[in-house]
């Protein structure tokens, strides 16, 4: 009797520290409140009295907004700030590392207000897509719904109970109210146009150079006007030929008469002269 009472007391104890433990897994407000960045996503969450109802989860993700991104929804019914937030509230433990390493391109993720029972056309699910290496989106899990709202990080990983991911834009199922779109993107600044390079001048080729690239100081400056004109040059007379001389010579003048007498007397004064030499000897 008393071993089965001991029995019975082991049993109780050990439920009453597994419903503790259970419990206690976690507490998003704690949580959140080290994060003033959240604020306003925290005091929803107990606004509108889902506190609770993540507490009691031993798994969780909770897609978290800032307080800039959350002031699109702020000033919407009681009701319809529920359910958004509880698109929220994924019931399964993601992380990025978890999301690096999904297989496929997309996921569906189960939402907290699946588990309402009141749900429509996949409106208690999501559509987490990855667009690219890093890039990471989600969207409404309706078909057609756009994929709005990007995967900024993490803001807290607690494995395999607890992950916080920060997301850019709140994700409004259709039938939830008027939907949040992305912002745009930020405009692109135009880079200042390159300024204007100098022309070059192109060396001038060789044929140019030959003709068209003479300067005016090379070209033959005129002659001074008192400089003596240069001779023309003269017609050289060839040299007479043998016909021509003798043709000089018959055109020779023949000698006078008063050489012809000079000349005999002479010669009389040489005969003379020899026949005194004969006498005298």
Request: aromatic share 6%; charged share 20%.
């Amino acid at each position: 009797m008393a071993a089965k009472a001991s029995l019975l007391f082991v049993v109780a104890f050990f439920f009453l520290a597994l419903s503790i433990t259970t419990s206690s897994a976690f507490n998003i407000t704690k949580v959140l409140k080290q994060y003033p960045e959240y604020g306003t996503f925290n005091d929803l969450l107990s606004q509108t009295k889902l506190v609770e109802q993540i507490n009691h989860r031993q798994t969780i993700t909770v897609l978290a907004l800032d307080n800039d991104s959350i002031s699109s929804i702020a000033n919407r019914s009681t009701d319809e700030l529920k359910k958004i937030l509880m698109n929220h509230i994924v019931l399964d433990y993601f992380d990025t590392l978890k999301i690096q390493k999904l297989g496929k391109k997309s996921a569906i993720l189960t939402t907290l207000y699946q588990t309402t029972g009141v749900a429509m056309e996949q409106q208690g699910f999501l559509n987490l897509t990855r667009i690219g290496p890093g890039d990471v989106v989600f969207g409404s899990g309706v078909e057609g719904a756009p994929l709005v709202s990007k995967l900024l990080g993490s803001v807290l990983a607690q494995p395999f109970n607890l992950s916080v991911l920060h997301v850019s834009t709140p994700i409004v199922a259709p039938g939830f109210g008027d939907p949040v779109l992305a912002p745009p993107p930020p405009p692109q600044s135009k880079p200042p146009a390159p300024a204007p390079k100098k022309a070059e001048a192109s060396a001038p080729s060789e044929e140019e150079g030959d003709y068209e690239g003479e300067s005016p100081d090379s070209a033959p400056s005129p002659a001074p006007a008192d400089a003596p004109a240069a001779d023309a040059p003269t017609k050289r007379k060839s040299p007479p030929t043998p016909k021509d001389a003798d043709e000089e010579e018959e055109e020779a003048p023949a000698p006078s008469a008063s050489s012809r007498v000079v000349g005999s007397s002479m010669a009389v004064a040489a005969v003379m002269g020899l026949v005194a030499s004969f006498v005298a000897f």
